[in-house]
């Protein structure tokens, strides 16, 4: 939690940020992250001033429990004064003690932020997905919670001028906009207009920006000139990864050249011929890529 710190900005966890998306897939399946279509509602995490703060905490963990589909869990939610925003007991169940930092006494429109990363660690954990170090892990749930539909609350949390700050999670704000990005694009949700932070706003453009590059990257039909010039002398002169693109090439047992490259939905690598028009789907998400190859 920055609070009133310095926060960071731009991509420097991007590929992980990819590689949790594709392990959301992979782990989820196409099925079940399409019942996440619908995000949590603003109303069912309001918290206004006049809440008892305990008896609201614990109605907004259950908002957030449900939408993730945790029918027994139940969240014993307290605070107390420590450094980061909250912390969560990883036990068996069905029980699970949420403590919440004592800033959220005084800023609770944001307690649905907080409880919605510690809803997604249990969640995580009871499917057994988890990446091997502690900033990866964490950057895991936080995309988790953004692309499964309770994230846009995380970015919404961030605020910044000249004299304070906020941000919640490990994302910075513009990876958080960028999953968000990846998410919209699937399902066709805005989630822009729950913002309440015009800071928020700000980055989800920019991570827009960023996840439509994920769609006009070559051999897709969408390229831009100069990288369909790029690829159209890579694949008279290369073999294999080349820094700086997503493409690959590579001849297949019969000597015949293939192109492998990220699918832009969730980023597991797809291989088809190279033989121009190729209209591809992608095995774990089931979207379909035109490609020029």
């Known amino acids: 939690m920055a609070n009133d710190g310095p926060v960071e900005h731009g991509y420097p966890h ?11 897939y992979r782990r989820l399946s196409y099925d079940t992250i399409q019942t996440f279509a619908t995000s949590v509602a603003p109303a069912d995490v309001a918290f206004s001033d006049v809440d008892d703060l305990h ?38 169940g069905p029980e699970y003690f949420v403590e919440l930092n004592d800033r959220f006494r005084s800023h609770r429109r944001d307690i649905g932020a907080a409880l919605a990363h510690e809803v997604v660690h249990v969640y995580l954990h009871r499917l057994d997905l988890s990446f091997p170090s502690t900033p990866e892990n964490e950057i895991l749930t936080d995309t988790a919670t953004t692309y499964l539909g309770a994230g846009w609350l995380l970015l919404d949390a961030y605020r910044e001028d000249t004299v304070s700050s906020q941000k919640l999670g490990y994302l910075t704000p513009e990876e958080f906009g960028y999953v968000l990005a990846k998410r919209s694009l699937v399902f066709g949700e805005d ?82 011929p190279v033989r121009g028009r190729v209209r591809a789907r992608c095995g774990l998400c089931r979207t379909v890529l035109e490609c020029n190859t």
């Open 14 to 24: 991007l590929e992980t940020v990819r590689d949790a998306i594709t392990a959301l």
């Open 55 to 92: 008896l609201g905490a614990q109605r907004v963990a259950g908002a957030i429990v449900r939408h993730f589909r945790l029918p027994d869990a139940r969240l014993i939610v307290s605070f107390r004064e420590m450094s980061h925003a909250a912390n969560v007991e990883l036990e068996a």
């Open 191 to 272: 989630p822009s207009v729950w913002f309440t932070s015009p800071q928020a706003y700000t980055a989800y453009t920019r991570g827009l920006a960023q996840a439509r590059q994920d769609e006009q990257q070559p051999p897709l039909t969408a390229a831009g000139w100069a990288g369909r010039r790029r690829y159209a002398r890579d694949r008279r002169q290369v073999h294999g990864p080349q820094p700086g693109v997503g493409y690959a090439f590579a001849a297949d047992g019969g000597g015949r050249m293939r192109v492998s490259f990220p699918c832009p939905t969730c980023r597991q690598r797809i291989r088809v």
